[in-house]
């Protein structure tokens, strides 16, 4: 089999088995991202539909931004209990997720600027994406790999959705509750100074193809207090003060 070929039997076995299993080296982002959509079909996720919720982000703003179509099923409204949830790891990152106010086709995201953004928005709320992965390397798989196994999504946590408002995001502060530990508190640390500034490269990527994004379409921005680590038996509780809170217990 080829490497894609390869990637997708793996992590197709891993997830209906509960098995990790041996990372695939492929050839580029491409290829990652095609194993991405293959396992998806394998596993009927989205039934021909396209996806409407989805995470984006990247270590900056000129760095490679990565995407990943979220499977339904792993999309849960705070609070949530995570108890059956089969994780391998529990990583926490708290972020905010925002919400398309209409549809966007390819033209539209096409011509789309970071300017230009925040007016297709028409919602935003707390998020907590639990980070997990199918590869036995874990976190410490290839780039590559992780990115073709939803840049190592494991579920996503959305609060209460909020009307959209610009804030001063580098003033922004955001407290993070891990079971027994301290509170990870945060100000102003996301990765693109503002979360919108996600929306472009996104949105180029989701509508690739001639695919429109319908209106209620969501996706998280990427984390504001890197990755911390939870456990089974864990209660999280992520407060971003002036937009809301998510908790789900793991």
Not at 166 to 171: F, L, S, T, Y
Not at 238 to 245: L, Q
Request: aromatic share 6%.
């Amino acid at each position: 089999m080829n490497p894609i070929d390869t990637a997708v039997t793996a992590l197709v076995n891993a997830r209906r088995r509960g098995r990790s299993a041996a990372d695939v080296p492929l050839p580029d982002a491409g290829a990652a991202y095609a194993v991405q959509d293959r396992v998806a079909q394998a596993l009927g996720w989205f039934g021909g539909a396209v996806p409407t919720h989805w995470k984006s982000g990247g270590p900056s703003p000129s760095a490679v931004q990565t995407h990943a179509s979220l499977p339904p099923a792993g999309v849960w409204t705070s609070p949530a209990d995570a108890r059956s949830w089969p994780f391998r790891l529990r990583g926490i990152e708290a972020e905010i997720a925002l919400r398309l106010g209409g549809d966007v086709d390819e033209a539209l995201a096409a011509g789309l600027d970071a300017e230009g953004a925040d007016a297709l928005v028409d919602a935003m709320c707390v998020s907590i994406e639990i980070v997990d992965s199918r590869w036995v390397a874990g976190l410490d798989a290839p780039p590559l790999a992780k990115l073709a196994d939803l840049q190592s999504h494991g579920a996503l946590v959305l609060g209460a959705w909020v009307p959209y408002v610009a804030r001063d995001w580098a003033n922004q502060s955001c407290r993070v509750t891990i079971g027994s530990m301290p509170v990870a508190e945060r100000r102003g640390t996301h990765s693109f100074g503002d979360p919108v500034r996600v929306l472009p490269q996104w949105l180029r990527h989701a509508t690739r193809g001639g695919r429109r994004l319908a209106a209620g379409s969501v996706v998280t921005t990427g984390t504001w207090c890197g990755l911390l680590l939870a456990a089974a038996g864990d209660r999280v509780r992520v407060d971003f003060p002036g937009i809301g809170s998510a908790e789900v217990q793991l």
